[in-house]
Nanobody, 129 residues
Framework: QVQLVETGGRSVQAGGSLRLSCTSSGFTDANYFEAWFRQAPGMKEREVIAVIYAGNENTAYTDSVKGRFTISQDRKLGKNTFYLQMDGLKIEDTAMYYC???????????????????WGQGTQVTVSS
């Protein structure tokens, strides 16, 4: 059974840093994508922030976080942990952050919420001035 659990969200001042973690279990093969999404109040759909392909650690970022956020992984037998290092946080980064997993290879980086069948419960990040 695939499970994803996010931790690390909290309130922080603008300019500060946070590291979110997503502990996943139930799959061990390297043929999967993991992504971080976020959804702020009023947003119709979750927005992709960063994607990593476990097999070769290729990554992709949405423009608004390039140079500020870094996605990474730590793969251990039976359990994988994904991270989102967030630096230079801005008020507009305030949102609920979710990790998601897709357990198959795609030629193009999957960036839509509908690409991902497995989701965590979310962790709240609030950035204040």
């Amino acid at each position: 059974q695939v499970q994803l659990v996010e931790t690390g969200g909290r309130s922080v001042q603008a300019g500060g840093s946070l590291r979110l973690s997503c502990t996943s279990s139930g799959f061990t093969d390297a043929n999967y994508f993991e992504a971080w999404f976020r959804q702020a109040p009023g947003m119709k759909e979750r927005e992709v922030i960063a994607v990593i392909y476990a097999g070769n650690e290729n990554t992709a970022y949405t423009d608004s976080v390039k140079g500020r956020f870094t996605i990474s992984q730590d793969r251990k037998l039976g359990k994988n942990t994904f991270y989102l290092q967030m630096d230079g946080l801005k008020i507009e980064d305030t949102a609920m952050y979710y990790c998601a997993a897709l357990l198959e290879y795609r030629r193009a980086m999957p960036t839509r919420p509908t690409d991902y069948p497995y989701w965590g419960q979310g962790t709240q990040v609030t950035v204040s001035s």
